[in-house]
């Protein structure tokens, strides 16, 4: 099997190491793909914090672009060589999720503790989310791949793998954002600016953001937010209320993890209002609401995993968006860093200051 580098979390909460590790080639179906890119998102930051356990050692990473270096048996529509984002979207295709136009939820199980890494002595090391990308190569299902044009930067098309997907996707997937309709993003951080871009490309009227940090609420204003309120307000849904014209949200789309924006969000919602949930809690954490009210006025709650993507359907659309100069991507990006500087990355990314952190790996 192929040595390659990885950052291996060994122990929650402890710093990842740098090592090498075995990636097996691709089986039937599967291709690896050289990476150029990968992202840090806040998902890969609770795993390896223990937020949702899991088997360890494990190599986490899920937001990246590079190269088809080779391909299985049956592999359709690529062929090495080509360019591609990499997603952790592993959809087996003929599930009733995935039959029903639902490839974020598929139902088949997938084996990642058996999956293509082990450690250098032949031991289990999981493939965390179906990816492992922070490392120089990965091995996939050609599902969780789609191509790119070679002109666009891997560090910037890594971003499109799950944060501008998650938000964009939530907007207008799973809230069917409608034009016109009035909408609050709360959080303004990676996610959440895609989903201001995201309210703002389905057409909505007002979009108002929320967060506890002014210089976030200001970088808000350059995605498409028409108004913002800071979070620390005693009752920051009141001046919400005021910049929608004296009336609640048609959408309100929570984009952190924290149980106090999940509390407060349906004070935000109007009349008939829904709320969509995109930030992970830790496991265990617990919101409480009054049903009554929401049942007497018509509002919902709605889950949204991924965006609610089909991402062989969405990320074309995406990419001609941002060649378009209507989906910010470049803008994204608040550093760049080498894999051997991961810790630092992770540690700046968990500041709350970064957009979106991205390695770069050396070719």
Known sequence: MPIIKAAVCHEFGSPLVIEDVQLAAPRDGEVEVRLDAVAICHSDISYAEGAWGGFLPAVYGHEAAGVISAVGDNVQSFAEGDSVVVTLIRSCGSCPSCAGGVPTLCETPYDAINGPLKTTDGAPLMQAMACGAFAERVVVDQRQIVKIPNEIAKDVAALISCGVITGVGAAVNAAKLRAGEDVVVIGAGGVGLNAIQGARIAGARRIVAVDLSEEKLEVAKEFGATHTVLGRLDAP????????GGRGADVVLV????????????RYLGVGGRMVMIGMPHSGAKASYEPVIMAAIGQGMIGSKMGDVVIQRDIPWMVDLYQQGRLKLDELISGRWS????????ADTKTGSARRNVILFDR
């Open 255 to 266: 984009t952190v993890g924290a149980i106090p924006a999940y509390e407060q969000a349906t």
């Open 237 to 244: 849904w009141k001046a919400s209320y005021k910049a929608l």
């Open 339 to 346: 894999l051997e500087d991961i810790n630092a990355a992770i």
